[in-house]
């Protein structure tokens, strides 16, 4: 009798636990689904924003809105150049390799904002990904040298610099190339592209940098 | 009564494993690796077994993965880098050399004028050895560059082993 009880009760308590996550999952379900239409009713508010506001979602790199971490790098002219350098200006950092396609359509569009926006405060730097044999400097200056002759056929007369420090990494470990981030006059990342975005994105987060950031504390 | 007791407890395992109960949290938050994974990957043979002192072929299988598309080992311009198959070579299992197929013309859509020299889907690179008697082991690496529609990768390695039986 007393077996009979307890088994009773055992059955009873499972299905008691049973219905009680059966309602409880219902609950997150509906949760979750009120969540949802939430989610789609902003994504379909935000839709008709033009192209340059598109990394603005939820995509959007980590660095964006913080302060852009400073380096400081040989170019190709044997010059230190720093990112604090550049203080008060907006500025255009692109990590791209002599071995990316990509990366050579992007460029004569960087060169060309550069020298059409510098004016107004801008400054674009090219960031070599190209692996260098830190410790063989005969490779090592071979492998400067076909940087520097790429940046020369490329005609770009911004600074290219050698990330000798891997200052990739700060940057979130820059994987695909190019990657540009596009710096306001504070030194805070306003915007970033990850392969080749259209050259209208492009100018547009050019223009976001210059124009934001120089009023701010 | 016992059967009702084992009949509720199996439903309930069932529940659980079919739907995220209250007290689970999520699954595969937590495990997601944020390293890229490779891009082409080594298909097979991992066994072969060849004629002892002789030349012989292993046809090494390669797929890369689906949207990608790698450099061919002989880009049409120099400064692409070419995909190469490294190998350890001894007097024991000798590699004469490796036979790449050719490469398929590509045109990025950003840069219509330019053919690139690329392997897309899967590939064979065709390893020419000879080997003494006995088992060895054929170890190497391939390096490739790996790019998309719209970005580029750094150049990586995948490995590769194959268990060679002469006889």
Redesign the interface.
């Known amino acids: 009798m007393k077996r009979?009880i307890l088994?009773?009760t055992?059955?009873l308590a499972?299905?008691g636990?049973?219905i009680w996550?059966?309602v409880?999952?219902y609950r997150?379900q509906q949760h979750e689904q009120s969540n949802l239409k939430r989610l789609q009713a902003m994504i379909e508010a935000t839709e008709p924003q033009s192209a340059a506001n598109q990394d603005d979602g939820i995509d959007e790199n980590p660095l964006q809105g913080k302060m852009a971490p400073n380096f400081t790098l040989t170019d190709t002219n044997g010059r230190k150049v720093s990112l604090a350098d550049y203080k008060g200006k907006a500025v255009v950092v692109d990590f791209w390799?002599?071995?990316?396609?990509?990366?050579?359509?992007e460029i004569p569009w960087l060169e060309q904002f550069n020298k059409q926006y510098s004016a107004q405060g801008l400054q674009v730097l090219g960031i070599s990904?190209d692996?260098l044999n830190l410790d063989n400097k005969t490779e090592l200056a071979k492998e400067k040298k076909?940087i520097a002759d790429?940046a020369t056929q490329l005609k770009i007369t911004y600074p290219v610099l050698y990330d000798d420090a891997n200052v990739s990494a700060p940057y979130g470990g820059v994987?695909?190339?190019?990657t540009t981030f596009f710096i306001n006059r504070n030194g805070k990342i306003v915007a970033s592209t990850?392969?080749?975005a259209p050259r209208e994105q492009i100018e547009a987060d050019i223009k976001k940098a210059l124009s934001s950031g120089g009023g701010e504390s | 009564m016992r059967r009702l007791c084992c009949v509720a407890l199996l439903v309930m395992t069932a529940t659980a494993g079919a739907q995220k109960l209250p007290w689970q949290g999520r699954m595969n938050g937590a495990s997601l690796d944020t390293k890229r994974p490779q891009d082409v990957q080594y298909l097979f043979p991992e066994q072969v077994s060849v004629a002892a002192g002789r030349d012989a072929v292993i046809e090494m299988h390669f797929r890369v993965n689906h949207g990608m598309h790698i450099n061919s080992h002989t880009p049409k311009e120099k400064w692409l880098i070419p995909t190469k198959l490294l190998v350890t070579t001894s007097p024991e299992l000798k590699v004469e050399r490796m036979e790449f197929p050719a490469g398929e013309d590509y045109t990025l859509a950003a840069m219509p004028k330019a053919k690139l020299s690329v392997y897309t889907g899967d590939f064979v690179v065709r390893a020419h050895i000879v080997a003494r008697p006995g088992q060895h082991i054929l170890q190497g690496t391939l390096r490739y560059q790996a790019c998309d529609t719209n970005s580029c990768y750094p150049p990586r390695e995948a490995p590769i082993a194959v268990d060679v039986i002469a006889k």
């Open positions: 009979n088994v009773i055992v059955v499972t299905l636990i049973m996550a059966g409880a999952n997150r390799a002599t071995w990316c396609p990509p990366c050579k359509v990904e692996d076909q790429t994987d695909g190339l190019p990850v392969g080749l």
